[in-house]
């Protein structure tokens, strides 16, 4: 099979795209043919060497869409889909031709979702998932998401939105903001870098939901202590990711005083089964359409996936999914 490998890290220049011995599965387990597989930021990390836990060789990819061609006969030709912390990391991933998961990872693709949307879903949704089941937010809470525009936000505003909650929609450009008032989701630009953004998005938060949001999902890792007098008493913070070397400057008497919190929210926790479980409960939403997928995607043959992990890692924007065939 074809397939995108690495046999150690540090650098892009180990990937080779090349031919391996297509897997072979063994009791417990399951080969899918990958037919669409997402390009995270963190695959790129992993290749990079940020990653401790990597094993080498390996196949990176941790999300994907495809068809079960090995495993019990009740899931032999079954479209699935998945995610987990070992995919790409300590087994064999998704960007390659097939790909063996054990039986606990299945999860059967929503039947509306192509292969290409689907695949996409993986990283983003469990991410937005487990922050919202963190932060609690449950019908009417009042939720501000920053960098709603990006794959995370994306997902976390459309599983916000099936809860019930309050939805502010944090984005940079009027185009974005725009998009989200269409859809009946009130959106608002983030502060300029150029005034004082914790004042600033105090007053544009305060001045949304009155007394403060219950919850603010930050995606960007740029906003937490700015966030944090932009709360309501008892509010909490999700965050998933933070700039540099990760130390971030706060007021911590301002979170004491009112009570607040901050959850800390990191996808790569939860094994492929444990992934499965959450997608199996989400499937049924997205069937009755209550979660739409993200339209704005970005397919790639995986033969040109090399090129697309150099392109991230230069900065480029979007969302990324390698496919070996068309829908």
Known sequence: ???????????????????????????????????????????LSNVMGRMPYTTVPRTPGRDYAGVVVQGPQEWRGQAVWGTGCDNGFTIDGSHAEFMKVPLSALSL????????????CGTPLITAWHALEQSSVQQDTRMAIIGANGAVGHAATELARARGA??????????????????????????SADTSPASELKHLIHSHFGSGAQVIFDTTGFWLSACITSLAPHGCVAVIVAP??????????????????????NSLLYTS?????????????FEQG??????????????????????????????????????
């Open 244 to 265: 540099g070397n990760g130390e971030v400057t706060l007021s911590v008497r301002d979170l004491y005083r009112s009570g607040s919190s901050i959850e800390g929210v």
């Open 166 to 191: 309050n939805i502010l929609a944090l984005v940079r450009k009027k185009e974005q903001e725009s998009s989200f008032t269409s859809r009946g989701i009130s959106s608002a630009l983030l502060p």
């Open 273 to 285: 089964a444990e992934c499965a479980k959450v997608l199996d409960r989400l499937r049924p939403l």
């Open 290 to 327: 209550q979660l739409q997928a993200a339209k704005d995607i970005q397919a790639h043959p995986l033969s040109e996936g090399i090129s697309i992990f150099e392109a991230l890692s230069q900065g480029k924007g979007g969302q990324h999914v390698f496919f070996n065939s068309e829908d």
């Open 109 to 120: 693709k929503p039947k509306n979702l192509s292969f290409i949307e689907a695949a996409n």
């Open 1 to 43: 099979m074809k397939a995108i490998h690495f046999l150690k890290t540090g650098d892009l220049k180990n990937l080779t795209f090349t031919e391996l011995p297509t897997p072979v599965p063994n009791e417990g387990e399951a080969l899918i043919q990958i037919k669409a597989a997402r390009l995270n930021k963190n695959d």
